[in-house]
């Protein structure tokens, strides 16, 4: 099974190296089927590997290694951006990694960017230069034995990635209507990036929710608390901000094994699939929305020196989904989990409508869930919760773990950007600069309730 990424604008395609190169770090037969080919550089041997079929589509993705030397890995990935100087020097990171490589001729951009409006990548530069990168998506579809879907990497500060990452998902929902659709996107800093990101936000959010299967959103804000209280860095950029994305993406993505009762010693020999995700985490139309979580969080320095153990893990994981602390250090631990999921639940406490676990390492036997198949973390009406993957290979850590879930607390990021883009909207501030590209009123006042929808439902909760 093979997943096609596309990333677009200048976070998408910077998250989108620094994914492919944790993964390639470690890269399993599966990870190799699913995420990458054998270069055509590369002269294959004989021997094969074959990674697990899917279910659903019933075909089998194999791929190549040359035997006595590191495979040569080639991205199954096209590049867009509406500027060259980001895709070039993404192009020169990947080159450097010496493991991986991007497909030649799979980039698209243009001399001009979208100006950090919504409204210009996804109406002016959308209806001139989508058909060009569906043409592009669609020649790397041809290229994969069995097309699973698509994971889209994309920031919704901006204009490209936003507005021009938001037409092409749509057109993809278009073109393949079967495909699983998973939409990554990084949420703005809270104080501000572009003064229009709240526009911006709003009007991909109200898309996207109507045409992707699910919108993994990292937040800006709790991804600069990891880079300072777990990994101590004093001058953050994007780049450190990018790393912890992309190891966050890294830890649920790389290849797992579906325990099909809830614990490690069901473990078999199923993959976890991208179908599987998506249908357990996303089972409701209005609920889309996920958060991850991974732990241990530190820098790679103190690695050799920390010692984890399973049952801390999930004890700080467990608490770190409930009080929706992004971090290990300062949970609240005072928010405690109510006896009866019909009893009252404090403020603080996030509820959630489905959880995904994913554990890696050493001594999975020691591994004890249950605190996550507990009914009183979830809404009642949801009839099956929690699912388990895992896998005895560790990947950087020497046991690690990490929750991707559908839960409440996403509600506050929503409020507080609707809340700033209604008041500038209120005032007609910068409307005019979105009316200009075919963007009125209307269309506005449109994605405002869509989002409000999305807002109350998960309020709801």
């Given amino acids: 099974m093979s997943v096609v990424t596309v990333q677009i604008g200048q976070a998408g395609n910077q998250v989108g190296c620094e994914f492919f190169d944790a993964l390639s770090q470690a890269a399993s037969p599966d990870d190799v089927a699913t995420f990458f080919r054998q270069a055509s550089t590369n002269r294959p041997s004989k021997r094969r590997m074959e990674s697990a079929s899917d279910?659903?589509?019933?075909?089998?993705?194999?791929a190549t290694v040359v035997a006595g030397s590191p495979p040569k890995l080639e991205a199954r990935a096209v590049l867009?951006?509406?500027?060259?100087?980001?895709?070039?020097?993404?192009?020169?990171?990947?080159?450097?990694?010496?493991r991986w490589t991007y497909p030649k001729g799979q980039q698209y951009c243009q001399q001009r960017g979208a100006g950090n409006n919504w409204a210009n990548g996804?109406?002016?530069?959308?209806?001139?230069?989508?058909?060009?990168?569906?043409?592009?998506?669609?020649?790397?579809?041809?290229k994969c034995d069995n097309l699973v879907g698509f994971?889209?990497?994309?920031?919704?500060?901006?204009?490209?990635?936003?507005?021009?990452?938001?037409?092409?998902?749509?057109?993809?929902?278009?073109t393949f209507p079967k495909a699983f659709i998973i939409n990554q996107i990084v949420w703005p800093f809270a104080s501000g990036e572009v003064i229009?990101?709240?526009?911006?936000?709003?009007?991909?959010?109200?898309?996207?929710?109507?045409?992707?299967?699910?919108?993994?959103?990292?937040?800006?804000?709790?991804?600069?608390?990891i880079c300072t209280k777990m990994h101590h860095l004093k001058l953050i950029g994007f780049d450190h901000i990018n790393k912890v994305i992309a190891d966050h993406m890294a830890s649920v993505f790389q290849?797992?094994?579906?325990?099909?009762?809830?614990?490690?010693?069901?473990?078999?020999?199923?993959?976890?699939?991208?179908?599987?995700?998506?249908?357990?985490?996303?089972?409701?139309?209005?609920?889309?929305?996920?958060?991850?979580?991974?732990?241990?969080?530190?820098?790679?320095?103190?690695?050799?020196?920390?010692?984890?153990q399973w049952p801390g893990t999930m004890r700080n994981l467990r608490q770190m989904l409930i009080t929706n602390s992004p971090c290990e250090e300062g949970i609240n631990w005072r928010v405690k989990v109510p006896g009866d999921r019909r009893q009252s639940r404090s403020d603080n406490f996030n509820?959630?409508?489905?959880?995904?676990?994913?554990?890696?390492?050493?001594?999975?036997d020691q591994a004890d869930v249950s605190g996550f198949t507990d009914p009183a973390l979830y809404t009642p009406w949801s009839p099956d919760p929690f699912c388990l993957l895992a896998s005895p290979t560790p990947r950087a850590h020497e046991k690690s773990a990490a929750?991707?879930?559908?839960?409440?607390?996403?509600?506050?990021?929503l409020d507080h950007v609707v809340d700033k883009a209604w008041n500038m909207y209120t005032s007609k501030a910068f409307v005019h600069q979105y009316s200009r590209h075919g963007v009125d009123q209307d269309a506005f006042v449109d994605c405002f309730a869509t989002v409000e929808q999305i807002l109350a439902a998960y309020n709801s909760l």
């Fill in 80 to 98: 867009v951006d509406l500027e060259e100087k980001v895709i070039a020097s993404t192009l020169q990171r990947a080159k450097q990694s010496g």
């Fill in 351 to 364: 509820v959630s409508l489905a959880t995904l676990l994913v554990l890696r390492g050493t001594e999975l």
């Fill in 122 to 142: 996804y109406v002016t530069c959308g209806e001139e230069e989508s058909d060009q990168v569906l043409r592009l998506i669609m020649r790397e579809v041809e």
């Fill in 151 to 174: 994971l889209i990497l994309m920031s919704v500060a901006g204009g490209t990635g936003s507005g021009f990452g938001t037409r092409v998902t749509e057109r993809l929902r278009d």
């Fill in 403 to 413: 929750l991707l879930s559908n839960c409440k607390s996403i509600g506050s990021a």
């Fill in 55 to 62: 279910g659903q589509h019933g075909a089998t993705a194999s």
């Fill in 255 to 308: 290849r797992s094994f579906h325990c099909p009762d809830g614990t490690t010693g069901s473990m078999g020999q199923r993959v976890g699939r991208l179908g599987d995700m998506v249908e357990h985490l996303c089972s409701h139309a209005d609920y889309k929305l996920l958060s991850l979580r991974s732990i241990p969080q530190m820098p790679e320095g103190h690695r050799e020196y920390t010692l984890y």
């Fill in 196 to 225: 229009v990101q709240n526009y911006n936000s709003v009007l991909s959010l109200a898309h996207l929710h109507q045409v992707s299967d699910a919108i993994i959103v990292l937040q800006n804000d709790e991804l600069q608390s």
